[in-house]
């Protein structure tokens, strides 16, 4: 199918990231430039006789929760290729997103920060051209840039296609999100198959967005994975919810049946994204660059299937959304096999990537840690944040204005160790969990334990006010037809 929505970065654009002002560093708020010794260790990596740097293929598999996966343990065949993978690198077991959806998630992945840093939010809609992104970073390496995505939350008019070479957006021309990443895969491994032959190395990253509401598998995948019988007209409804509004609004209502029906439906879905990841793998793999490849897959977060009663992913900062899969495969760095435990989370990518690549950097120019480290990097806690949900109260607004949007307009942060969960709500109420106890997050002890709440929440502020200026980022409305039809699809606006 002929590409869409290509983006070429202007080289004036690109070259505009080395040359700002030296005293404007991460620390300061700004985000902006490279540090000196970064900009040493872009240029070390061109010195004659280095050994090659490994390509990069980063895959985030949208909305994909890390228990619905094989790999992690889900009892039926979902992610055969993805444990092949593990089989073949490290599977962490404690990974965890930066927020319960799409844009702030992949601005994280991104640059390795947090939403308070980098400031793509539900309430501006867009990733600030002064953040420096992981593509921007290898670009000016030498790395050849590439990206296909399917989700339109991260389109270039977002901000989300700085320092690709081509950013091409599937699913503006395909019809839904199957035939987008169908598309994606298509175009991702023509593209290894001409890029193998070259000398240059690459980085190739891909949005997949089958796994998303509405979940629409086909039937063949569905039965093979749940062959019992479901009632026909009931799974065709369920087959038509597109999030969690109409649900919250009172349009519809669930029971224990419906959420068995969503969680096989999904898990269909979650296999036929696994399938086309296969067919990536094996071009890797025939074009013999493989093992000379850093591949990822992570997500960018997970899904409700009626926990708290709950379905879709926005307004949850439990377990369900925010723990996400990530498997790494690269021989030279992670031996075969390997599962970690130590808790990790998306800032941890970039740090990752530019040590592995053998790009020099200064570790406070990153939230996250390198996973590469001689010493595993885990972190004593983690956090996720969302702003208000401002697309979400417009909708809402509008279908239901009978509904409350006072009960939804609230900022969220999450805390989380190994063992608590601590979430925030800029109304002053809090919940906390013991994730050993009970790791389905349903005893709230926050007035059972305030003394462990007030502790946690201490440490939440004391990281807050180690964060910094944020950029000042204008909102982005959402003006462009077709983006508006696929948001519109997926359940985000009315």
Known sequence: MPESAELHTPESKRRAKLTRAPGLGIRAGLLVGLSAGLLAGLLACDAPGQDPRPNVVLIVLDTT????????????????????IAEEGVLFRQAMSTDFWTLPAHASLFTGQYPTRHQATSETNRLDDRVTTLAEYLNEAGYRTRAYVSN?????????????????????????????????????????????????PFFLF???????????????????????????????????????????????????????????????EVAMVDQLVGKLIRTLETSEVLDETLLIVTADHGENLGEHGMVDHLLSMYDTTIRIPLILRHP????????????????????????????????????GRSLASAEPPGHEFVVAENGRPINGIDLMRKSFPDFDTQSIDHRMKMLRTRQHKLIWYDDDR???????????????????????????LQKLEDWADTQGTPIQTKPLEITDPATQERLRALGYIE
Not at 344 to 365: F, Q, Y
Not at 435 to 454: F, K, Q, S, V, W
Request: proline share 7%; with cysteine; charged share 30%.
């Open 206 to 268: 891909l949005n997949l967005n089958s796994a998303h509401m509405p979940y629409s598998p086909d039937v063949s995948t569905l039965v093979e994975l749940s062959p019992q019988p479901m009632p026909i007209e009931r799974t065709r409804k369920l087959r038509r919810i597109k999030g969690m509004w109409a649900h919250l609004g009172g349009e519809y209502a669930l029971e224990d049946l419906d959420f068995e029906i969503l969680e096989n439906l999904y898990a269909a």
């Open 152 to 200: 339109a939350w991260i389109g270039a008019e977002r901000g989300f296609g700085q320092g690709f070479e081509t950013y091409v957006e599937t699913w503006q021309s395909a019809p839904g999100d199957y035939e987008s990443d169908r598309a994606a895969i298509a175009g991702a491994r023509d593209w290894v198959e001409a890029r193998a032959k070259k000398d240059e």
């Open 65 to 84: 929760r890390a228990d619905i996966l094989s790999a992690y343990g889900y009892p039926k065949p979902t992610s055969p290729n993805l444990a092949k």
């Open 332 to 367: 030279g760095t992670f031996p075969a096999g390997e599962e970690r435990d130590e808790l990790v989370s998306l800032v941890d990518l970039v740090p990752t990537v530019l040590e592995i690549c053998g790009l020099k950097r200064d570790a406070d120019e990153f939230a």
């Open 430 to 456: 809090i919940e906390l969990y013991d994730l050993a106890a009970d790791p389905g997050e349903t005893h709230d002890l926050a007035e059972e334990n305030p003394e462990l709440a007030r502790e946690l």
